[in-house]
């Protein structure tokens, strides 16, 4: 790339991280206040109450064991703001404010690596007006946290598919293990990167160099979770890689997906998480204890029963997951909020599978991309799907549809001017 083209994609860059630090700030000091679409409960999911809780040297000891369904990165960083700045929510407000322009950064740099550059502007811009980030900024929910985690590991893994090497290789495995620390649903993931990029490289590269790269993806998300593990042994008497919860999603998901919920006939925010609560309450009962007073206990009771429906009710199972293969993307807690949300996806995979077919013609190695979207959709099919599950992965699809954009404002299709150079050939280690 010569020296003005570099220029001009630092500015490019500079320009995406401003204009989303500027509409994150207006949401965060203006929009979150006079909006009325969302509630504006101030700590929904008690992250907030945890990481004052680790501010003031008491550690996690009144949130359970094992936290229960929730990963501890998100209330530590909290905990770490508060013990060096005092409590202060709108300066986590404003950290997050920077932390979606992260987002949009990273969207553009993503965008024009694997694309061009003005894919990348195009992605970046959209991430800043995204509908479902600009809800999150100013709440004190964990998406915001999640998504830049998420994010940062796929740009990781472009990085290592332009050039693999041990150092890319680890990055990838650091930043999905702290995602998986934040969110367990995230530890799977480099690991299925791992196998794809296997069998894609099989001819590409002898075993002797492939397999170390592998192995380093992998041991580097392991090295990052298990100090937590280890924690969450000497907690509790069990191996519990990063929380419980297994169970408890596998369950809810039954009932999230019924009709009346899935059609939004009834809100799932409140009927069905109240459903599933008195479900799990009778279940803990009939086994002759109460729910949540021990989170091991609690999971080992709901992991029995959810073993006991995937075998005798193998079509339920089937049908809530193919159900959550679409709540994925637009069931919020009202109407209005998962139309506005189901719209934006709607559109985003129109314009994506445009671009997909454009890289296909252009030999353009796209997967990388496509593999988070489809893993978090089914995997979270066939546990608990909901629409706020689906912001991690909102960057690759906005990435992806960018690109679409791009094929539509270029003349038939042709690569635009700014177009990226292709990928060099996989280096050795």
Same mark, same amino acid.
């Given at each position: ?16 991280? +401003? ?16 909006? @009325?679409?969302?509630?504006? $409960? ?44 005092? %409590?202060?929510? =709108? ?15 990273? +969207? ?8 061009? !550059? !003005? ?21 004190? @929910? ?19 598919? %332009? ?19 934040? &969110?367990?649903?995230?530890? #799977?993931?480099?690991?299925?990167? =791992? ?31 298990? #100090? ?9 008497? @069990? ?9 408890? +999603? ?6 999230? $997906? &019924? ?18 609560? +008195?479900?799990? &309450? ?24 959810? &073993? ?29 909020? $998962? ?19 454009? =890289? ?5 190695? $796209? ?56 990928? #060099? @050939?996989?280096?050795?280690?």
């Amino acid at each position: 790339m010569s020296m003005e083209a570099r220029d001009s994609t630092r500015r490019s860059g500079v320009f995406v991280f +401003a204009f989303a630090l500027f509409v994150a700030f207006a949401m965060v000091t203006v929009g979150w206040r006079i909006q @009325h679409l969302v509630g504006q $409960s101030e700590d929904p999911y008690g992250y907030v109450r945890m990481g004052r809780s680790i501010a003031n040297g008491e550690g996690f000891g009144a949130y359970g064991s094992v936290l229960n369904r929730r990963g501890p990165l998100y209330p530590m960083f909290i905990g770490a703001v508060y013990a060096l700045f005092g %409590e202060r929510p =709108a300066l986590l407000q404003i950290l997050q404010a920077f932390m979606q322009a992260g987002i949009a950064l990273l +969207a553009f740099d993503i965008g024009q690596r694997t694309f061009n !550059r !003005r894919t990348g502007i195009i992605a970046g811009i959209a991430c800043a007006l995204h509908p479902a980030f600009l809800r999150y900024v100013a709440d004190f @929910h964990v998406e915001t946290f999640l998504t830049v985690l998420f994010t940062l590991t796929l740009w990781s893994t472009v990085r290592f598919v %332009e050039r693999p090497t041990i150092r890319a290789a680890a990055l990838i495995g650091i930043c999905a293990g702290l995602a998986a620390l934040t &969110k367990p649903v995230a530890l #799977p993931y480099p690991f299925l990167f =791992a196998a794809i990029w296997l069998w894609q490289q099989r001819r590409a590269q002898p075993a002797r160099n492939r397999w170390p790269l592998a192995a380093a993806i992998c041991a580097a998300a392991l090295l990052v979770v298990l #100090p937590w593990t280890y924690r969450n042994y000497r907690s509790s008497g @069990h191996i519990v890689l990063v929380t419980t919860g297994l169970g408890d +999603a596998f369950l809810r998901g039954y009932i999230f $997906s &019924k009709p009346e919920y899935a059609t939004l006939s009834r809100p799932p925010y409140t009927d069905a998480e109240q459903e599933s609560n +008195a479900y799990f &309450k009778s279940l803990c009962k009939q086994a002759g204890t109460v729910w949540e007073r021990n989170d091991v206990e609690s999971e080992q009771i709901l992991t029995r029963e959810a &073993k006991r429906r995937l075998g005798e009710d193998f079509g339920g199972f089937t049908r809530k997951s193919v159900t959550g293969l679409f709540t994925f993307w637009y069931q919020m807690t009202s109407f209005t909020n $998962s139309l506005v949300v189901g719209g934006t996806a709607l559109v985003s995979w129109a314009f994506a599978l445009i671009g997909w077919r454009r =890289a296909r013609r252009e030999r353009r190695s $796209s997967w990388p991309l496509f593999l988070p979207i489809l893993y978090l959709n089914v995997m979270l099919a066939l546990l608990l799907a909901l629409g706020r599950y689906s912001v991690p992965i909102l960057p690759a699809l906005t990435i992806l549809a960018a690109f679409g954009v791009d094929t539509m404002l270029s003349p038939r299709g042709a690569p635009a001017n700014q177009a990226a150079q292709p990928a #060099p @050939h996989p280096q050795p280690v």
